[in-house]
């Protein structure tokens, strides 16, 4: 069975309740920001692909016993982390 329906009327106490407040106004939307606020700078483009490729030539030639000192896992370790600020500058990268 259902219950029983009630004829009383809900009075307010003059809170906000029911009041349509926009999204921006209570804060559950960012405004967006400047164009020339998310823009990088143009030489971030070229600091990433230089890091990548110092990265990749720095293992090569650990590899090929080029580089002074034989092969060393510093250099493995160097490239690595070259390469591996290219990617942390790339997800920064606008």
Do not use: C
């Not at 329906?5 to 920001?33: C, E, L």
């Not at 090929?64 to 390469?83: E, F, K, Q, R």
């Amino acid at each position: 069975m259902s219950r029983p329906q009630s004829n009383k009327r809900v009075r307010h106490d003059g809170s906000h309740t029911g009041r349509y407040v926009s999204a921006r106004d209570s804060g559950r939307i960012t405004a967006p920001t400047a164009r020339t606020q998310s823009e990088s700078p143009k030489w971030m483009a070229w600091v990433i692909l230089g890091s990548f490729a110092v990265g990749v030539v720095m293992i090569a030639l650990n590899y090929l016993d080029v580089l002074p000192g034989s092969v060393s896992p510093w250099y493995l370790v160097a490239g690595l982390g070259s390469i591996f600020t290219g990617f942390y500058l790339a997800t920064r990268y606008h």
